[in-house]
Nanobody, 119 residues
Framework: QVQLVESGGGLVQAGGSLRLACAVSGLTFSMHAMAWFRQAPGKEREFVAR????????SYADSVKGRFTISRDNAKTTVYLQMDSLKSEDTATYYC????????????WGQGTQVTVSS
């Protein structure tokens, strides 16, 4: 059974930091690119960051570039999202997702973790 379990969300003041983690089990982690998405109330889900299966290729949404850092530990089958200089507009539920090498989309998703940034 595939499981993606996010943790690390919470309430933080603007300008603060949080580190999200997504622990993955039930799939071959090193064969999957991993990504973070987020969805704010009343808005569509949006891409935040992606890391290739061994971390050689990383991409970010323009809105988080320079503030967020995605990383992964294949030995721990965990992907992280370090979020610094948080803004109120970063408030959302954050989801991690797995994309198998060669696949078109993200087949596996976590349940999400809430991040609330107070101004």
């Amino acid at each position: 059974q595939v499981q993606l379990v996010e943790s690390g969300g919470g309430l933080v003041q603007a300008g603060g930091s949080l580190r999200l983690a997504c622990a993955v089990s039930g799939l071959t982690f090193s064969m999957h690119a991993m990504a973070w998405f987020r969805q704010a109330p009343g808005k569509e889900r949006e891409f935040v960051a992606r890391i290739s299966r061994i971390g050689g290729t990383i991409s970010y949404a323009d809105s988080v570039k320079g503030r967020f850092t995605i990383s992964r530990d294949n030995a721990k089958t965990t992907v992280y999202l370090q979020m610094d200089s948080l803004k109120s507009e970063d408030t959302a539920t954050y989801y991690c997702a797995a994309q198998r090498v060669g696949a078109q989309g993200y087949a596996c998703w976590g349940q999400g973790t809430q991040v609330t940034v107070s101004s």
